[in-house]
């Protein structure tokens, strides 16, 4: 397993933990290898609504969460996205600290 994948499956493991039971077991079995023939098209949903998301009940939020729902099987996306999530990781941080300062 790549650094990259790990630092992924990192990634949705917290985000994992921060869902409620029951959508957190989705995202649980969402992840298992076996449910590759799921992750795919919902990836490709998201994907696509994320680029209309300038019509109403879609949004932007569609874009990345497709990505990173891709990359879990396009290992040329894995990096990436590790990439990406790991900076978001770094500001979310840097916010907590700095609400937790004032």
Not at 52 to 80: C, E, H, I, R
Request: proline share 9%; aromatic share 12%.
């Amino acid at each position: 397993m790549s650094n990259h994948q790990e630092e992924l499956d990192r990634h949705f493991a917290w985000f994992e933990g921060k869902l409620p039971p029951k959508p957190a077991k989705f995202v649980g079995w969402l992840r298992r290898p076996s449910s590759r023939y799921a992750r795919i098209p919902l990836a490709i949903l998201l994907i696509v609504g994320g680029i209309f998301s300038f019509l109403p009940v879609l949004g932007l939020w569609m874009l990345p969460l497709g990505l990173l729902l891709f990359a879990q099987d396009v290992p040329v996306l894995q990096k990436p996205m590790a990439r990406m999530l790991g900076w978001i990781e770094r500001k979310w941080i840097e916010r907590q600290r700095a609400k937790t300062m004032q």
